[in-house]
């Protein structure tokens, strides 16, 4: 960590206490965490973890320690991201998967925004045959780290829902006949680990949840396992997921995502145009 942050915060919590030692231990800790991540953490972060983490200590000049010192040092994210959704089940859903009783008999050649899905991916992004991140046999036309989320900004008849202004790129593309949900950003978070991914369907088993995508609700659904969230084979890889797991996820400007394999290839397709 560099010295002035140190310095900072080590001051700062040194002088509200009258144990010192604690403070200095607690930047150490942190300074460890800010290293061997390899920097995920912003020092603003940092400092605003160690504040938190110290207040609960209570520990003021003069007055003895009025509970035990629980650090919550668990509650640090990677810098610019806020999961405000925690242990979401997670299914996995592909470009190109074929009808069947765990997708409600509806085909994935086609989404939410683009009738012309597969071709635009460029081919069945099968979860079994795989090289590397990408499907085996071809290489995709577009980002195969996606998801899908219960919420469409369009309606069946093409036209914009009155609460397309919560999609995350509303503000930056609002001008535009697309969606303004399609190609947005989240990061997925499974045991520690990190993935981020494009927006490019909605579901599983709904496109009107906003209580859940844009709110702090439980999804809505309860069918099959009762999924608030379906990821692509690459973010599946990535994670080290299962069939059906629990992940946690939340939005991400897109100038704020990290280089990775995400980065690779990354989805532009506008999707169909919006009626209105």
């Not at 040092?73 to 405000?84: D, K, M, R």
């Not at 995350?168 to 991914?197: E, F």
Request: contains cysteine; neutral net charge.
């Amino acid at each position: 960590m560099k010295s002035w942050l140190s310095s900072r915060v080590l001051s700062k919590l040194a002088a509200k206490s009258r144990y010192p030692q604690i403070a200095g231990f607690l930047v150490f800790v942190l300074s460890l965490i800010w290293v061997f991540s390899g920097h995920a953490y912003s020092p603003g972060q940092i400092f605003q973890e160690a504040e938190q983490a110290f207040s609960k200590l209570e520990i003021t000049a003069g007055a003895p320690l009025t509970r035990p010192a629980t650090i919550p040092l668990l509650s640090l994210t990677p810098a610019n991201v806020f999961f405000s959704h925690t242990s979401v089940i997670t299914t996995i859903f592909w470009v190109g998967e074929s009808a069947n009783a765990s997708n409600s008999g509806i085909a994935n050649r086609t989404s939410s925004w683009d009738g012309q899905w597969l071709n635009h991916f460029g081919g069945v992004d099968d979860p079994k045959k795989r090289n590397g991140y990408l499907p085996a046999g071809f290489t995709p036309k577009e980002n195969v780290f996606y998801f899908a989320l219960p919420y469409s900004d369009i309606d069946s008849k093409g036209n914009r829902k009155s609460s397309a202004k919560n999609c995350p790129l509303y503000g930056s593309i609002k001008d535009q006949p697309y969606s303004w949900c399609k190609n947005s950003w989240i990061a997925i978070r499974h045991n520690g680990k990190v993935a981020y991914a494009q927006w490019e369907d909605a579901g599983p088993y709904g496109e009107d949840d906003t209580s859940y995508v844009f709110g702090r609700a439980a999804p809505a659904n309860t069918k099959g396992e009762g999924a608030g969230l379906d990821v692509s084979p690459a973010v599946r890889d990535y994670l080290g997921l299962g069939d059906v797991n629990r992940c946690d996820w939340g939005f991400v400007p897109t100038d704020n995502v990290p280089s990775g394999p995400w980065k690779q290839i990354v989805t532009s397709t506008p999707g169909e145009t919006v009626n209105n």
